[in-house]
C-alpha cells in the first residue's frame, strides 16, 4: 500500500484518502467496540476513539511520519526471505511463571517449582499438600496466596489459571474505561452462570490478588480539556484554574467537598 500520502500536506486530496485508506485498514483489523488507538500527536497512541474523531484528529494534527508500517493496527512488518532463520520450536512456558520472576526474582520460580515440579515420593501426597496450604515458602502469606492462585485453573478443563483470568479481564477493563461496579456485576454473572469457576465475588477482592504483583499507581488531576497536570507541591499550593485555558478543576456544585473534574 502506497505511503507517499503521508508527507502530503494536509490539504491535499491525496492525504485525504489516505486517511480513509488508513482507517479502512485500522477499522478491519484492530477496532475494539468501534475504537483504535489514535495516533495523532496529541493523543500519540495513548487513547482510543470512534472513526469520526480519530479523521477529525488526523486532518487538524499530520499523520506521524515515521509510523509507515501500522503494526498498532493490526499490520505484520513483512520479514526479507533472506533475514529467515529455522530456529527451535519455542518453549511452552507459562507466561506467569515469567512474570513471578520479574516480579519476585528467583524467588518467584522457586514457587512455581515448589508447587509444579516438586518430586513428591509416593504415599506423601498429603504431606505436600499441607505444605501447599501452611506456606513452605520464605515470602510469607501474600507470596504463597499469589503462588496458589497462579496455579489455581479457571475451572475444570481450562486451560486458563484464575490470576492469568484476572489479569486479562483488568487489562480490558482499563483499556474500556469500565467501572468497578460493572467489572463487580461482570464477575457476579459469570459466577452465576458456570458451575465451579474459581473467581473473587467483587472486582475489589480481584483488584487485592493483583495488587500482590506490585503494580501501583498514582491519581494526578488533570484539566478536563487535557491541557496540562495538576502537580500539586504542597497542600497550601493548590491550583484551582488551568493556566492555558482558565477553565475550573473541579466538577461544578459540589459543596461538601471539591472534586477534580478529571483524574488520570
Known amino acids: 500500500m502506497d505511503r507517499t500520502w503521508i508527507e502530503k500536506p494536509r490539504t491535499t486530496k491525496e492525504y485525504m484518502d489516505g486517511i480513509i485508506g488508513f482507517l479502512d485498514f485500522a477499522f478491519a483489523r484492530a477496532a ?3 475504537r483504535i488507538c489514535c495516533p495523532c500527536p496529541r493523543c500519540a497512541f495513548g487513547k482510543w476513539h470512534k472513526r469520526d474523531t ?10 506521524p511520519r515515521n509510523y509507515v508500517i501500522w503494526n498498532r493496527h493490526g499490520e505484520i ?9 529455522v530456529q527451535a520450536p519455542p518453549s511452552q512456558e507459562n507466561p506467569l ?4 520472576h520479574d516480579v ?3 524467588h518467584g520460580d522457586e514457587g512455581i517449582m515448589g508447587l509444579n515440579d516438586a518430586v513428591i515420593p509416593d504415599g506423601d501426597e498429603d504431606i505436600a499438600d499441607g505444605r501447599l496450604h501452611e506456606g513452605s515458602f520464605d515470602d510469607g502469606s501474600e507470596f504463597n496466596e499469589f503462588i496458589k492462585d497462579g496455579n489455581e485453573k479457571l475451572h475444570e478443563g481450562s486451560k486458563c489459571t484464575k490470576l492469568e483470568f484476572i489479569i486479562k479481564l483488568y487489562h480490558i477493563k ?6 468497578d461496579k460493572a467489572m463487580t456485576m461482570i464477575l457476579t454473572l459469570l459466577r452465576d452462570t458456570f458451575d465451579g469457576i474459581q473467581l473473587p465475588s467483587s472486582f475489589y477482592k480481584a483488584k487485592q490478588v493483583i495488587c500482590k504483583l506490585g503494580l501501583e499507581y498514582t491519581k494526578i488531576d488533570a484539566c478536563p480539556n487535557d491541557c496540562m497536570l495538576y502537580l500539586d ?5 493548590i491550583q484551582d484554574t488551568c493556566k492555558y485555558c482558565g477553565i475550573s478543576r473541579w466538577i461544578p456544585k459540589k459543596k461538601k467537598k ?3 473534574a478529571k483524574v488520570l
Open 32 to 34: 475494539i467496540s468501534d
Open 54 to 63: 480519530v479523521q477529525d484528529h488526523l486532518l487538524l494534527k499530520p499523520f
Open 77 to 85: 512488518q513483512p520479514v526479507e526471505p533472506s533475514s529467515i532463520e
Open 97 to 100: 511463571n515469567t512474570l513471578l
Open 104 to 106: 519476585f526474582g528467583h
Open 174 to 179: 482499563v483499556l474500556c474505561r469500565i467501572s
Open 233 to 237: 507541591d504542597t497542600p497550601d499550593n
Open 258 to 260: 471539591k472534586q477534580a
